[in-house]
């Protein structure tokens, strides 16, 4: 009979221990957790766990598994918490409103315009990196490589000439 008194999974005995200890443990976890409704899940998740294990604890040291096994769900609770918000980072940097599909279509439409850029003639080519990538003015342009505006316009025309057959309208 005094045996059947320390057994964990005697209802009584369970109970017993419930009362004793969970006001306890839900303090210890609330100052923990900052959150009532957590710190009671939590708790509930520890007696569960006892009760799921009751032919394994030994009576004497109840308490001390409990408090074990809530300060471990805790941990877990933080540890899932930081990979949701680690994943919500790189998710918010990731997403776009476009589909699969245009994404596909614009990464083939830029590399078919760099390899339609690279192929222009270097004197076509140099104008139009400088006038449609570092946004220079054919003044500009002329100026720096020592040409006339005139010649920066008909290079940079005949890029345009090339770019426009190749890929369509840019």
């Known amino acids: 009979m005094n045996n059947d008194i320390k057994n964990v999974c005697n209802e009584t005995v369970f109970e017993n221990i419930f009362n004793t200890h969970a006001k306890n443990l839900k303090r210890f976890i ?20 006892i009760w ?20 471990n769900l805790f941990l ?23 589909s699969p599909e ?3 279509l614009e990464e083939e439409f830029l590399i078919k315009l760099e390899k339609t850029i690279a192929g222009l003639p270097e004197i076509q080519r140099e104008v139009f990196l400088l006038n449609r990538i570092e946004k220079k003015k054919y003044k500009d342009i002329a100026e720096q490589l020592g040409i006339s505006v ?7 025309h005949g890029a345009l000439l090339v770019l426009r057959e190749k890929i369509g309208n840019i």
């Open 30 to 49: 609330f100052s923990k957790t900052r959150d009532a409704d957590l710190a009671e899940d939590i708790i509930q998740d520890a007696f569960v766990k």
């Open 76 to 98: 877990n609770v933080v540890k899932h918490n930081k990979i949701v918000h680690t994943h919500q980072k790189f998710a918010v940097k990731e997403s776009t409103n476009e």
């Open 102 to 104: 245009f994404l596909l």
């Open 52 to 71: 799921e294990d009751c032919e394994k604890v030994i009576f004497n040291t109840v308490k001390s598994y409990l408090y074990t096994i809530a300060n």
């Open 150 to 156: 005139k010649a920066v316009e008909k290079r940079m």
